[in-house]
Every structure is written in structure tokens, then in C-alpha cells.
């Protein structure tokens, strides 16, 4: 009788647990770690034949730029184990900065953003790393980087040039010199008077023009004001990646 009195007390126990645990919510696998890149274009389509959207990507003049970061299933005291690389399609260069932490969204613990990012001149792949213990990468996202040319520097026959001056101040007056810098830039161009004329030298960044030397190539100034338009060309890239 005690025998059965201790085996019906097992059996009791024994549903109860069983019970207990169909109330508990199943179990679920921990999501892998997920990061998306939001500010930049994504490409997503793994069966396009063309992975890049040319017209959809961003294009940039000014560096450096915000890098903003969806995440999922990354702890907030594993945040700076993220970090981004940045590979020039050009160049083939891929540099990684683990140096530049990214900064929780105080308003969102999924979203995180990279302050001064610096892109490369031309086309950029941008991947975002969580390395935990594999490296989990993001779809990569990407920029163009083109410099501003501008024209700096100005000088007609040494004197710097300033708004509303009369240029030359001192002889000589016919055969005059204009130089000037214009970084990032592949061509320099002056209209004068109608006509289009290219500067006669133009090597790292220096540009000069020569004045009435009797050349259609240079510069012919007629006597009294001469208004000179002074053009910097970038060339534009057009880059096809596969």
C-alpha cells in the first residue's frame, strides 16, 4: 500500500511538471545578428543580372558623410564591436576603420550611426562588420565621392586678384599672364569676349594662360575691359562593376 501511495505521488508530480511547462511559450532560436545600411543605396535583388542601379546611387561632393545603420539581435555592450569598410571600386582598396565608433540612436536601441565617414574619391562599397565570433556582414551600400573643383589662387601678372580691381596694375599691359590653382579638376577654361580658349599649361592643379601672343590658342584681349570667365572641369566617371 505504501508502494502504490509513493508511485501515485510520482505520477502526481509527474503531471504537474508536464503541466508547467506546456504553459511555458516555446522555445524560439536566437536571431543571428543583422545589420542594414539605410542612408546609402542597397542593392537586394541577388537574381538581377546588374547588381548596381547606376542612377540610384548617391553622389557626394563633400566629405565626410553620416553612415546610419539598422540592427537586430546585437546586444547594446557588443555596439562597439561594429565596424565599417569602405572598398574603392577603382582602385581596389578596401580600408576598415574600427577605430570610428558608432553612437546608439537615443531614440531607438535598433539604430545606430557613424559620424565622419570618409568616403574615396570615385565609386565606394561600403560594408558594415559586427564581429562577434564570425564577422556578420551588412549588404554593402554605395556612394560616388567627387570633389568640388574650384579656382583658387587667381593671379594676372602676379597680382592676386580681387573683385572689382583693375587688372594689370603695372606693365606689361598687353602680354598678360593669368594663373591660377584649380585642384581636382582635369581642364581649365577662360571665355573671353565669345570665344573659348584653353589654358596653355595646366599640370598638378596650376593652370596659366598666355595673352595676345598672335595664337588662335591663347587669349586675344581688346583694348579697354576684357570680362574673363574662368571654367574648371571634373571629369565624371561613368562606372560599370559587376
Known amino acids: 500500500m505504501k508502494i502504490k501511495q509513493i508511485r501515485n505521488k510520482w505520477i502526481s508530480i509527474s503531471l504537474l511538471i508536464t503541466m508547467l511547462l506546456a504553459l511555458l511559450p516555446p522555445m524560439t532560436a536566437s536571431a543571428a545578428p543583422v545589420l542594414n545600411i539605410t542612408n546609402l543605396y542597397v542593392h537586394t535583388d541577388p537574381t538581377a543580372a546588374d547588381p548596381l542601379v547606376d542612377a540610384s546611387i548617391q ?10 545603420v539598422d540592427i537586430n539581435g546585437i546586444p547594446q555592450d ?46 565606394n562599397r561600403v560594408v558594415v562588420k559586427f564581429e562577434s565570433s564570425s564577422s556578420i556582414p551588412s549588404l554593402p551600400g554605395w556612394a560616388y565621392f567627387t570633389p568640388v573643383s574650384n579656382i583658387t589662387n587667381l593671379k594676372i601678372n602676379d597680382d592676386i ?35 573659348t580658349f584653353e589654358a596653355s599649361n595646366f599640370s598638378n592643379g596650376i593652370f596659366t594662360f598666355l595673352t595676345n601672343t598672335g595664337r588662335v590658342t591663347d587669349i586675344a584681349l581688346k583694348p579697354g575691359d576684357n570680362q574673363i570667365q574662368f571654367i574648371s572641369k571634373k571629369p565624371y566617371q561613368l562606372l560599370h562593376y559587376k
Request: hydrophobic share 30%; charged share 10%.
Open 59 to 68: 553622389r557626394f561632393t563633400t566629405n565626410p558623410i553620416s553612415l546610419s
Open 78 to 123: 557588443q555596439i562597439s564591436e561594429i565596424y565599417y569598410e569602405i572598398s574603392n571600386v577603382t582602385t581596389g582598396i578596401t580600408t576598415p576603420n574600427r577605430t570610428n565608433r558608432p553612437i546608439l540612436n537615443p531614440n531607438n536601441n535598433n539604430q545606430i550611426t557613424f559620424q565622419n565617414v570618409e568616403l574615396t574619391e570615385g565609386l
Open 161 to 195: 586678384f580681387t573683385e572689382g580691381g583693375m587688372f594689370p596694375t603695372s606693365g606689361p599691359y598687353t602680354n598678360v599672364n593669368i594663373t591660377g590653382n584649380a585642384n581636382n579638376a582635369y581642364q581649365v577654361n577662360a571665355i573671353v569676349n565669345g570665344a
